[in-house]
């Protein structure tokens, strides 16, 4: 069964950047429908980017621009690079696997599919 786990959180200033990874374990990353999702305080989960299984990407209308995704297949890892970053950036961030995106954009993670913990991102002066 595959499992995710993020890390990569922690403070940040406004304006600064951030690398946030998604190990995976028990899939491959290169073939594996992966995303990121970010939940603000008080606020539903919300998609920002992903892989599709065939490599192409996704991204949330409101992450176009300042957020970038990556895979690295040596450590098995989705990759979300954040840069410019904003006190609305501030959550937790989880990565979720299958991730299910529609051309008509708008990505998911149905309820069969897995989660990480999540880890926290701060942006604060």
């Known amino acids: 069964q595959v499992q995710v786990a993020e890390s990569g959180g922690g403070l940040v200033q406004p304006g600064d950047s951030l690398t946030l990874s998604c190990t995976l374990s028990?899939?491959?990353?290169?073939?594996?429908?992966v995303g990121w999702f970010r939940q603000a305080a008080g606020m539903d989960r919300e998609f920002l980017a992903a892989?599709?299984?065939?490599?192409?990407?996704f991204f949330a209308d409101s992450a176009k621009g300042r957020f970038t995704i990556s895979r690295n297949s040596a450590d098995n890892t989705l990759i979300l690079r954040l840069t410019s970053a904003d006190v609305q950036d501030t959550g937790v961030y989880y990565c979720?696997?299958?991730?299910?995106?529609?051309?008509?954009?708008?990505?998911?993670?149905?309820?069969?599919?897995?989660w990480g913990r999540g880890t926290q991102v701060t942006v604060s002066s």
């Open positions: 979720g696997s299958p991730t299910k995106c529609s051309i008509r954009g708008g990505c998911y993670v149905p309820a069969s599919g897995v």
């Open positions: 892989f599709s299984g065939s490599g192409q990407t």
């Open positions: 028990g899939r491959d990353v290169s073939d594996s429908a």
